[in-house]
């Protein structure tokens, strides 16, 4: 049998790890899934004091050496930060990696987020979980063979849990993620360029901590110290069985 594989394509190198490294922690700690954490764009304008290719680097580094705390592979698909585009070669990157890696589960962002990185990833990666599974799509492009189903796709939850006017959004579910929180914190750690840039950019002054409110705050209506929240896509051909919420045990 094919191994169990998750996905998470996000914008930018950290967003997993605020958004929903607990759950990818669970799965591979309890049930042994293969964890592969994708980032369109290697976080090129996230800095005021280095060059875009300086950034890039540090930035592709401390995302695979997130990932390698918890054995999983990091992916930088090589888009540029404020320029994430629904556009063919973006489509085309996803879908090849989403044939190469034949996830059971994608996790991607929320479709209305704080900014359009954000919500374009989203849409990228809803059409790659179904373009992958038609043949013809790119088909020419020396991709591995279509998938033989559309692939399994959940919504994160949006940054600070608020949409662009500032409305709460509410999770479909959630994820307890409160005994692995001292790994997510791990992960996050690995991403030291990014403290300062988001204190003088964002007024975020306590990365870590910033980390564990949200995940308090998703924690709290359920009785559990921290969780994540997430939305399944149902739409007509998406898988319909929510397997995440079956193998982790879904707060609803
Ligand atoms: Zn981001």
Known sequence: MAENVVLSVLAHPDDAEFLC?????????????????????????GSAEHSAEEISRIR??????AAAVIGATYHCLE??????????????????????LRPRVVLTHAPADYMLDHEMTSTLARAAAFAAAV?????????????????????????????LFGRDVTPAFCIDV??????????????????????????????????????????RPHGVPFAEGFCQHLGHAYPQDNLLGELLGALA
Request: charged share 30%; with cysteine; aromatic share 8%.
């Open 178 to 219: 409160s005994t692995v929180i001292e790994s997510k914190a791990e992960m996050l750690a690995c991403h030291a360029s990014q403290r300062n840039w988001l204190l003088r950019q964002h007024g975020m002054d306590q990365y870590l901590e910033t980390m564990r409110a949200w995940s308090a705050r998703r924690g």
């Open 60 to 65: 592709r580094a401390e995302g695979a050496r």
């Open 79 to 100: 888009e540029r930060d404020l320029s994430v585009c629904y556009n063919e070669r973006a489509l085309e990157k996803v879908v090849r990696l989403f044939r190469e």
């Open 21 to 45: 490294a607990g759950t990818l922690i669970r799965l591979a700690r309890e049930h042994a899934w293969k964890v592969h954490v994708a980032t369109m764009t290697p976080g090129d304008c």
């Open 135 to 163: 043949p013809n799509f790119a088909c020419d492009r020396g991709h591995a063979s279509a998938l033989d189903h559309v692939t399994r796709l959940y919504y994160c939850d949006a940054a600070e849990g608020k949409d």
